[in-house]
């Protein structure tokens, strides 16, 4: 049975999502997924880690063309379990909540696929610019060349995905990069696919600051 903590967190989310104008078949869906994830969160002590494990552990049982938005609703949940008012306040205040969420995704492949596709692909402008300015941000801190080699091929195979996207912007780049982790199946793999998605967004975007935020591991 989930505990009173888990209840009211479920039920103080699940009430601003509907004050914000989710239908009744988003939140029952958002519901059967917060059922899997609470039960793995009873007893456990309030910080990122157990919740991350917890988020990994009902994912595993999530269908891949399902994990974009139950990522989504584990990323807005957490605040709410963790009872970070301020935080649940500034979703509050700027509709933080992803009601509208966009109904576009990538095309079904396979990792190999795009892996292979790579080799023939050329990109545009658009897509060199960021690529090259993530490569020599690596370079200019030392990184060896087969560990700038290894996360620019994974940030190529995310501008591939995101190619078809009528729109892009953080929600497509959030759908394409959920819709891909699920291709690969070892465990170290996805963590480093994570971090490059991390990393490479602020150089899609144009950050000027991109460079500093790289990871230091």
């Known amino acids: 049975m989930i505990q009173t903590r888990e209840k009211e967190a479920t039920s103080a989310y699940l009430k601003l999502l509907q004050s914000k104008g989710a239908t009744s078949n988003m939140l029952y869906k958002r519901s059967l997924f917060l059922d899997q994830l609470t039960a793995n969160l009873v007893n456990k002590p309030l910080n990122n880690q157990d919740y991350s494990v917890a988020v990994d552990a009902a994912m595993e049982k999530i269908p891949a063309e399902d994990w974009h938005a139950n990522l989504n609703t584990a990323r807005e949940f957490y605040p709410f379990w963790m009872k970070d008012i301020k935080a649940i306040a500034a979703f509050s205040s700027n509709y933080g909540f992803d009601v509208e969420a966009i109904q576009w995704k990538p095309l079904a492949t396979s990792l190999k696929l795009l ?21 020599q941000a690596m370079r200019y801190e030392g990184a060896e060349q087969a560990y700038v080699d290894g996360r620019i091929k994974l940030a190529k195979i995310l501008l591939l995905r995101l190619r078809d996207a009528p729109i892009k912007n953080h929600k497509s780049y959030r759908t394409a990069a959920d819709l891909t982790l699920p291709l690969f199946k070892i465990q170290e793999s996805k963590k480093l696919f994570l971090s490059v998605v991390r990393e490479f967004y602020n150089f899609w975007t144009g950050n000027p600051n991109a460079a500093s935020m790289l990871s230091k591991d």
């Open 115 to 135: 892996t292979d596709s790579l080799e023939l692909e050329k990109f545009d402008t658009s897509e060199s610019w960021p690529l090259k300015a993530y490569s």
